[in-house]
């Protein structure tokens, strides 16, 4: 199995805020952020692994600001993480609100996701290889947490 660069699998996803994903103030529900938010990450950690995915962790999720009906959200997410069978991805959300302002970060979070082969039991995932100062840091502080609750 041949090892992945983080930016192997980078994902982006772009939505535009409905009505339908809005409660009557016009705000984006949290709920349906969420949702986005681990389909993205379940996209990076599936073109990493190379197989089905699932969710076992949802962390650290952040709600910064809210978006609004009509505003664009991007959604990206990124593997900083790889062991055995799972994956940690940082999945990140930004707003670009009308008027052609710089994104803003509305909400970020961190998903586990565990590769599953196609009976449905766990399989092995590609090593990763941090190409820069900040991935290597993440690489560090992930397998830190994981020796932790060892």
């Known amino acids: 199995m041949e090892a992945k660069k983080p930016r192997d699998s980078i994902t982006k996803m772009e939505q535009v805020v409905l009505a339908s994903h809005a409660n009557g103030q016009g705000r ?3 709920g349906q952020l969420m949702s986005w938010l681990d389909v993205t990450g379940a996209i990076c950690a599936r073109r990493h692994s190379g197989c089905e995915v699932v969710t076992a962790k949802a962390d650290n999720l952040e709600f910064h600001r809210p978006a609004m009906q009509n505003d664009i959200v991007t959604i990206t997410a ?5 062991g055995t069978t799972s994956m940690e991805v940082r999945v990140c959300a930004y707003v670009e609100p009308k008027g052609g302002w710089e994104p ?3 909400c970020s979070s961190y998903f ?3 590769a599953m082969d196609e009976n449905g039991n766990k399989c092995r995932v590609p090593k990763l ?4 100062k900040e991935e290597e ?3 560090r502080r992930c397998e830190e947490k994981r020796n932790k609750l060892r």
């Open 78 to 82: 990124k593997i900083i993480y790889a």
């Open 137 to 139: 840091e993440d690489l």
């Open 112 to 114: 586990v996701y565990v």
């Open 129 to 132: 290889i941090p190409e820069s």
């Open 28 to 30: 984006l529900f949290g």
């Open 104 to 106: 803003q970060l509305i």
